[in-house]
């Protein structure tokens, strides 16, 4: 039992993390109804400037440096590529992000080279234990941190007037603009916030017990896509229960790895991608995600 406990708190809390990074992905569909399949060059690009500038700024300073240059990346290819291309075929789009996406994993990873980089964050290596249960301190504060986040962004999206642009231009974009919303500007805001959301990600995946930040941290952003797609793409709430579903399900499947032998080695890496499988299958739009109308 303290197994299983200790696994499903890891998972719920790494489970948060990807659905900061999930609501980045949501949050882009939504204001353009295009999948941002640059959000891994993101999360990287806003580790890597954490990385490098904690020694002479200190954690906290670093850190918000490197929230705000993931969300001027971001801003910076919505403004430079996407903008350009827009009115353009929206599967057009997520291949030109998929573009986007090489150039920039391509420059940073030649810059990380085979380093493994820290983030000098607060927490180091302590332990929490509650009863049986041992918790790393970095754990805990990645559940808090995307508790806060999440919720604050809930918030926003619902009660102030950039929520109520998102909403609309989401909605209907042709209608919102004729009312006066500026579609660049909620474009140019989402992709913003999906960077900032990426960058804080990228901490809590780099910290303890991992390593740091290295060329492969990008990847993490894959483990979260599933979280998306199950949840919903358009959906936020669903941002946050696919990440949970995802984080648990991995943590639980690389956990009892021996006794699933039989479905062979690395079953906790595709676990995500099998609960996503087997969701849309049933929901093809995702657990909360708008079903389209069909005419027939």
Known sequence: MTTFLELLVNGVSIGSVYALIALGFVVIFK???????????????????????????????????????????????EFLVMRRYRGGDHS???????????????????RIGT????????????????????????????FCAAAVLIGAFLLAFRYTSWGIAMRAAAENPQTAALMGIRLGRVSLSAWAVAGALAAVAALFLTVFPT?????????????????????????????????????????????????LAFLGRGIGDLAPYLVMVAVLLLRPAGLFGTKEPTRV
């Open 211 to 259: 390593p740091g930040l290295e060329r492969s941290t990008s990847l993490a952003a894959l483990k979260a896509f599933p979280a998306a797609i199950l949840g919903g793409l358009d959906s936020t709430t669903g941002a946050l229960a696919g990440g949970l579903i995802v984080g648990v399900t991995e943590s639980l499947a690389t956990g009892y790895q021996s006794d």
């Open 115 to 142: 380093d493994v980089l820290t983030l000098g964050d607060p927490w180091g290596d302590d332990v929490v234990t509650v009863g049986s249960v041992a918790m790393a301190e970095t754990r805990i504060a990645a």
């Open 31 to 77: 204001a353009t109804e295009v999948v941002n399949f640059a959000h891994a060059s993101l999360l990287l690009a806003g580790g890597y400037v954490t990385a490098t500038l904690h020694d002479d700024l200190g954690f906290w300073w670093a850190l918000a440096l490197g929230t705000s240059g993931a969300a001027v990346v971001g801003a910076g290819v």
């Open 92 to 110: 057009v789009l997520a291949i030109v992000t998929i573009g986007v996406d090489i150039l920039l994993i391509t420059e940073l990873t030649r």
